[in-house]
């Protein structure tokens, strides 16, 4: 028990060792469905094999508009109600990496900075003056540079690898949050509503109260 | 026909004479501004998170291996279950804005003196009964921030004498949080609100006895005073329109910019985050608990801290009525005294420094020396209004308060039979 004494004491006198600030690239997610499919291909290309997706089953992508065909093609002999499970087994992830390869579902929203964070993550890789493979963003990251970030600093490639990386955030945020574009169109609907409602009940207030000598 | 079920109901139930007197008659000030309306928003806001509670509750499994999927299987799969969801987040912080609103109304204006004392403690254990339940809810979603935060405050009873560490674990009925902690705040999440709705009825029935205050502090005569019908049902629904566009642009286009983003993380015992934040409407209760170099010290800080406003009756000694209308020096120390609040909600949000420690502290220091200072500044500054010359409309309103509160000893004297 005193260790968790202990670990409280931790926790409220020493926060000193804090994840380097550094500051994010900003990304404009994009919310059409070309883009987010474009992710979702360069996803299932490069981070499909480590990474799940626990929560998105491959029926969610055709329901979502994606082509049948490429979903298809991605889930090869599973069930369309398979969620989209890494092709490399957690084990053996492990053994390889050193670390199990986070599940990717809630990723946009569960790092501060959200969807800046991974874009700038993604991007984020350099070598250093030994030629060792670094990222600005998450020093400890186990990740190989997928998008090469690290050799493509200039160029036509740069606005390529960045374009890609934009890509994935998209369809990552989609997966994090897939009611996200019926929210905010009902959002609208309801605050109109609740604006017209407000105006009347104003106008009917003032009209009581003007009852009152 | 329906009168004649009425009679029938009211021969033996006194359902018309109730309607007329407690809701529709019921004898409010006229002069109430809209910071009157809180209450009955904090009203709204109990039954909109009961409501939307217990649907959440039909989806969501209390189980540790389930608990932080079935939010996912909420948020995803169950119809508008991810409306349901961020209605009840987003509620939660509404109900404390609401809450912090209605107290801080109360302390403007005084409305906490004789004879409102009970209307203000029900209140207190009304806030204690709501930060508990807001506190065991924040366990269920079993992410990061739930396990590390309930880790952390279920540790502070280490602080109870002698039995500290029974008392923790009988708390999370384990060693530590699991399970059983998620099964019993689960169970206790549910229970709570309805304890709520009861003692909001007895703040109601106090509220029935004693009536509103109102921004000139003193009891209106009967002139002053209107029905509740259809006054301020229009009054209280115009403003639950203006809460309601608020709170759905958090709902709707801002849902997760309350909720921390480590609790998007499945609850890992064997990994602490780097900083453990509570949600925003414990930060400044959580820098005066950081502010003493000692557990026992920060828990009593911490407790005190929150209980302290119970003293408010017994602070204020001054008997120049309207709370802070008429008197210039309250004022001040209130308005210094929200500043004091951001000041510690800002340094419980942020990671320890040395300088942000040394900020809290004072700011912990100011945050009761605020309280301990009233008594003195009160009746310093009631002489010094006194000898300045008061508006003759005070001193009109003093003596009748003097008058009632006469009358109110003569009425507690003549029931005891010591006065004929």
């Known amino acids: 028990m005193s260790f968790l004494f202990r670990i409280t004491l931790l926790l409220c006198f020493s926060w000193n060792v804090w994840a380097s600030e550094v500051k994010l690239d900003t990304v404009k997610v994009e919310t059409d469905i070309a883009s987010i499919e474009r992710g979702a291909s360069v996803l299932m290309d490069t981070c499909h094999s480590c990474h799940t997706l626990k929560y998105i089953k491959y029926r969610d992508l055709i329901s979502f508009g994606m082509d049948k065909q490429k979903v298809d093609e991605w889930r090869d002999e599973q069930s369309l109600d398979t969620p989209l499970f890494a092709q490399m087994a957690r084990e053996d992830a492990i053994a390889a990496f050193g670390t199990a390869p986070p599940d990717l579902s809630l990723m946009v929203k569960a790092r501060n900075g959200g969807a800046n964070y991974v874009y700038s993550y993604l991007l984020g890789y350099y070598l250093n003056a030994d030629g060792e493979l670094g990222n600005h963003f998450y020093p400890p990251t186990k990740m190989p540079d997928i998008l090469n970030s690290s050799t493509i600093t200039e160029g036509p490639e740069l606005t390529q690898i960045q374009n890609q990386a934009r890509d994935i955030v998209s369809f990552l945020s989609w997966v994090a949050d897939p009611h996200a574009a019926e929210r905010i169109q009902l959002g609208y609907y309801v605050i109109a509503y609740l604006f017209v409602f407000t105006a009347l009940l104003y106008v009917l207030k003032r009209q009581i109260w003007s009852k009152l000598k | ?420």
């Open chain 2, 1 to 420: 026909m329906p009168n004649r079920i009425i009679t029938w109901i009211d021969q033996r139930f006194p359902l018309t004479s109730f309607v007329k007197h407690e809701l529709t008659g019921y004898p409010t000030p006229r002069n109430l501004s809209y910071w009157w309306n809180f209450g009955f928003l904090a009203g709204f806001i109990l039954v909109l998170q009961v409501a939307t509670g217990i649907f959440l509750a039909m989806h969501y499994k209390a189980d540790v291996a389930l608990s932080f999927d079935s939010i996912q299987h909420i948020m995803r799969n169950v119809n508008y279950g991810w409306l349901l969801r961020y209605m009840h987040a987003v509620g939660a912080s509404a109900f404390f804005f609401v809450i912090y609103t209605h107290m801080a109304r109360t302390l403007y204006y005084g409305s906490f003196r004789a004879p409102r004392e009970l209307m203000w403690w029900t209140g207190q254990g009304l806030l204690l009964l709501l930060m508990a339940t807001a506190f065991m809810g924040y366990l269920l979603p079993w992410g990061q921030m739930s396990f590390w935060g309930a880790t952390v405050i279920t540790n502070l009873f280490r602080a109870t004498p002698f039995i500290g560490d029974q008392v923790v674990i009988w708390l999370r009925g384990d060693f530590t949080v699991g399970d059983a902690t998620l099964t019993r705040f689960f169970s206790l999440h549910y229970l709570f609100p309805f304890i709520i709705i009861g003692a909001v009825l007895i703040h109601m029935v106090a509220l029935h006895t004693v009536k509103s205050s109102n921004p000139s502090g003193i009891n209106l005569a009967d002139k002053d005073n209107i029905p509740f019908h259809p006054y301020f049902t229009i009054k209280d629904l115009y403003g639950l329109g203006i809460f309601l566009i608020i709170y759905s642009v958090f709902v709707f286009f801002i849902p997760d910019s309350l909720i921390e983003p480590a609790n998007y993380i499945p609850a890992n015992p064997m990994r602490t985050p780097n900083h453990i934040v509570p949600e925003w409407y414990f930060l400044p209760f959580y820098a005066i608990l950081r502010s003493v170099p000692s557990l026992v010290g920060g828990v009593v800080a911490m407790g005190l801290s929150v209980m302290i406003f119970a003293f408010m009756p017994f602070l204020d000694r001054s008997r120049i009525p309207g709370g802070a209308h008429f008197r210039p020096f309250y004022k001040i120390q209130f308005y210094l005294f929200l500043l004091d609040m951001l000041v510690l909600g800002y340094v419980g949000y942020v990671p320890p420094t040395d300088q942000t420690i040394a900020i809290g502290q004072v700011a912990t220091l100011c945050y009761f020396g605020s309280f301990f200072l009233i008594p003195f500044i009160s009746k310093a500054e009631e002489r010094w209004l006194i000898k300045r010359g008061l508006p003759a409309e005070v001193i009109i309103l003093m003596e009748s308060e003097l008058k009632d509160k006469e009358a109110r000893r003569l009425k507690a004297l003549r029931r005891k039979g010591g006065v004929a």
